[in-house]
């Protein structure tokens, strides 16, 4: 099997679903699809098993907490704390191999946590075919042991948390133990500038050797989308990435026609700009897909 090809014909769910969230019909198809192939690579440090994750779509004015090896969601507005319901699901880029395409990766070996990572692109064309292909591209922070992940997604096609064949953004954190929360989604255009952002809120040390980070991500053109994330590890791992799912061969028409370049890119510490030097990997290349400097813009080609 090529690396490209994820079969999930028992998904029957594409276009009928759209804007759709937490279905049966979609959770069900999934369930199914999920569990009945061996369709995921995961060639790269497979950490999480993607047929077990599950996630929660979380309005704005909470807060993601980490309690032990669980999740669970804190109201800011009354201070009510309630875990996170296990609905099965498939989820933006988490590891990669699981789905991802092609991307640049840096890696923080420098000491000083990753404060700021930004990042601006704009909407591509949408597909010419409707294959019922999901798309993903995003920039992401990932632990040094890349079994989670904080990340603002442009998504073009159905996943079980919602979608159709339109380009909507979500911001979405998973956790290593397969659990994971997204924001709304919001609809944007081909053309539109995109700008996302993770921060560094604060760093919890009371714990001598054992600190505990809190994350927000957020489309800036869409306030309602941030997602917050506390008692965390730190993430070093910075990623600029294609991520893809076909239920067939895929082809050229699969994916917008030119390329996506990601601009802006500014990585800080709280000391100010850090150096940066990404790592290309260019794991699927049938449909020349790549990615490639450009300057200090990176490029991911279709």
Same mark, same amino acid.
């Given at each position: ?129 409707? %294959? ?10 990932? /632990?040094?042991?890349? %079994?989670?992940?904080?990340?603002? *997604? ?32 919001? %609809? ?35 306030? %309602?989308?941030?997602?917050? *994330? ?6 070093? *791992? ?57 300057? /200090?813009? *990176?490029?991911?080609?279709?």
């Amino acid at each position: 099997m090529r690396a490209c090809i994820l079969s999930l014909t028992e998904a029957r769910y594409a276009c009928a679903m759209r804007g759709d969230r937490f279905r049966t019909e979609i959770q069900s198809a999934w369930t199914a699809a999920l569990h009945q192939t061996n369709a995921y690579p995961m060639a790269r440090v497979p950490n999480i098993d993607r047929r077990r994750i599950r996630t929660h779509t979380i309005p704005p004015g909470q807060v993601v907490r980490r309690r032990g090896s669980a999740l669970e969601i804190t109201s800011r507005n009354d201070g009510s704390i309630r875990d996170i319901p296990a609905i099965a699901q498939h989820l933006p880029g988490t590891t990669p191999g699981s789905g991802w395409i092609t991307w640049a990766e840096w890696t923080n070996a420098t000491g000083s946590p990753i404060s700021t990572f930004r990042t601006q692109w704009t909407v591509p064309p949408l597909p010419t075919a409707n %294959d019922s292909q999901l798309l993903y591209l995003f920039n992401g922070l990932m /632990p040094a042991t890349r %079994d989670e992940i904080l990340q603002p *997604v442009l998504q073009w096609g159905v996943s079980p948390s919602g979608g159709g064949p339109t380009w909507q953004v979500a911001n979405w954190f998973i956790s290593k133990t397969g659990e994971g929360v997204n924001s709304a989604f919001f %609809d944007v255009n081909p053309g539109q500038t995109l700008t996302g952002t993770m921060k560094l809120e604060w760093i919890d040390n009371s714990q001598a050797g054992s600190p505990t980070f809190a994350y927000t991500s957020v489309f800036e053109e869409y306030p %309602d989308s941030q997602i917050n *994330v506390t008692y965390t590890t730190e993430l070093t *791992v910075a990623s600029l990435t294609l991520e893809a799912y076909f239920q067939k061969q895929a082809t050229i028409s699969d994916y917008p026609a030119g390329q996506t370049t990601f601009s802006a890119i500014e990585i800080d510490s709280a000391a100010g700009a850090m150096p940066f030097a990404w790592a290309f990997t260019n794991e699927v290349t049938d449909c020349n897909q790549s990615t490639t400097p450009s300057g /200090p813009n *990176v490029v991911i080609s279709y």
